[in-house]
């Protein structure tokens, strides 16, 4: 009886977990400003880490309900960045027009991209992306009249119809906040559809899925093509806050940081992605003080955590939970 009490209390506390975890995630973020007081790097910081974040979402959706591992994913970023970059070079300076050219460019990119990638399946997959990804980057580094290699410095920050809110930093981070808001909110209903369950279908079992009428490509497709969406829009917070891009924030490099949030968090749980950008970021700055060499440290606590907790950070705390498999 007591075995049985065990196994029926472990799946509870599990899925308490995955209802309160988010919401005091969210919480924290939400009153973080009110901690921080008149402290804008701080604020800035906790913006950078919500524009990363909101990538990590959107690459978490294809990988952990898709299971397609996407090599290329700092692309859409990066695009996302230089649409702010490109139209303030051009004397353009409103974030109602600039927000959504970086979402079109982005998931234009991924539209376009993702029709031949997902053509293929595994390691093809990877590497498609990761051409891709590379073929982004090189192109923004010849982009002279942009910078180049050197990146291109923004000198003034858009206005929102014409009002200058977002350079007040307390007011950028609460338009990142509610970015990154909106962003969980939208995969979450997106996995919780029934776009969601063909989506998940298609990674369990896609001949199946095909046998009873459904064209999986589209919703892989589209799914991706939401995926490079939120990516572009990290992009365009990301410009905001650091007044700077650079084809830097399309490299290889920075794909395999985003794949790393999303693995240190726990694959498959969307506000795992938050806490995966959460801890690495925060740990990279802290590392940093001490070498320069802190990718060293961090690794082999990567592949710890790949070896023996494969759910994350959250699959460790669902074990805890639990006492017992996640």
């Given at each position: 009886?007591?075995?049985l009490?065990?196994?029926?209390?472990?799946?509870?506390?599990r899925?308490?977990?995955?209802?309160?975890?988010?919401?005091?995630?969210?919480?924290?973020?939400?009153?973080?400003?009110?901690?921080a007081?008149g402290?804008?790097?701080?604020?800035?910081?906790?913006?950078?880490?919500?524009?990363?974040?909101?990538?990590?979402?959107?690459?978490?959706?294809?990988?952990?309900?898709?299971?397609?591992?996407?090599?290329?994913?700092?692309?859409?970023?990066?695009?996302?960045?230089y649409?702010?970059?490109?139209?303030?070079?051009?004397?353009?300076?409103?974030?109602?027009?600039?927000?959504?050219?970086?979402?079109?460019?982005?998931?234009?990119?991924?539209?376009?991209?993702?029709?031949?990638?997902?053509?293929?399946?595994?390691?093809?997959?990877?590497?498609?992306?990761?051409?891709?990804?590379?073929?982004?980057?090189?192109?923004?580094?010849?982009?002279?009249?942009?910078?180049?290699?050197?990146g291109?410095?923004?000198?003034?920050?858009?206005?929102?119809?014409?009002?200058?809110?977002?350079?007040?930093?307390?007011?950028?981070?609460?338009?990142?906040?509610?970015?990154l808001?909106?962003?969980?909110?939208?995969?979450?209903?997106?996995?919780?559809?029934?776009?969601?369950?063909?989506?998940?279908?298609?990674?369990?079992?896609p001949?199946?899925?095909?046998?009873?009428?459904?064209?999986?490509?589209?919703?892989?497709?589209?799914?991706?093509?939401?995926?490079?969406?939120?990516?572009?829009?990290?992009?365009?917070?990301?410009?905001?806050?650091?007044?700077?891009?650079?084809?830097?924030?399309?490299?290889?490099?920075?794909?395999?940081?985003?794949?790393?949030?999303?693995?240190?968090g726990?694959?498959?749980?969307?506000?795992?992605?938050?806490?995966?950008?959460?801890?690495?970021?925060?740990?990279?700055?802290?590392?940093?003080?001490y070498?320069?060499?802190?990718?060293?440290?961090?690794?082999?606590?990567?592949v710890?955590?790949?070896?023996?907790?494969?759910?994350?950070?959250?699959?460790?705390?669902?074990?805890?939970?639990?006492?017992?498999?996640?």
């Amino acid at each position: 009886m007591a075995a049985l009490d065990r196994a029926g209390t472990a799946p509870r506390l599990r899925a308490s977990l995955d209802g309160v975890v988010p919401l005091l995630l969210f919480g924290f973020l939400a009153l973080m400003p009110l901690a921080a007081g008149g402290e804008t790097y701080l604020l800035d910081r906790f913006t950078r880490i919500m524009a990363f974040a909101v990538a990590a979402i959107g690459l978490d959706l294809i990988v952990g309900y898709g299971a397609l591992i996407s090599f290329g994913h700092a692309a859409f970023m990066g695009l996302g960045a230089y649409a702010v970059g490109v139209l303030a070079a051009h004397g353009i300076h409103e974030a109602a027009i600039a927000l959504p050219v970086a979402l079109a460019a982005a998931a234009l990119f991924a539209l376009a991209t993702g029709m031949v990638a997902l053509r293929t399946r595994g390691v093809h997959f990877i590497m498609i992306t990761l051409a891709f990804g590379q073929m982004a980057f090189f192109t923004a580094s010849s982009l002279a009249p942009y910078g180049g290699d050197d990146g291109l410095t923004i000198h003034l920050r858009d206005t929102v119809f014409g009002l200058p809110l977002l350079a007040d930093p307390r007011a950028l981070y609460y338009v990142a906040f509610a970015g990154l808001a909106a962003s969980y909110a939208l995969c979450r209903a997106l996995v919780a559809s029934r776009f969601g369950r063909v989506f998940r279908g298609a990674r369990e079992n896609p001949d199946r899925m095909a046998a009873i009428g459904f064209d999986t490509y589209r919703f892989q497709l589209g799914a991706y093509a939401v995926s490079g969406a939120l990516g572009g829009l990290a992009g365009f917070l990301l410009a905001s806050v650091t007044d700077f891009v650079s084809p830097a924030y399309m490299s290889w490099q920075r794909s395999g940081d985003l794949l790393i949030m999303v693995i240190f968090g726990g694959i498959g749980r969307l506000y795992g992605a938050v806490i995966g950008a959460i801890v690495y970021l925060m740990a990279e700055e802290k590392l940093a003080d001490y070498t320069e060499h802190w990718r060293l440290v961090f690794g082999p606590l990567l592949v710890a955590v790949a070896v023996f907790a494969p759910g994350g950070l959250i699959g460790i705390a669902r074990k805890l939970m639990g006492n017992g498999r996640d």
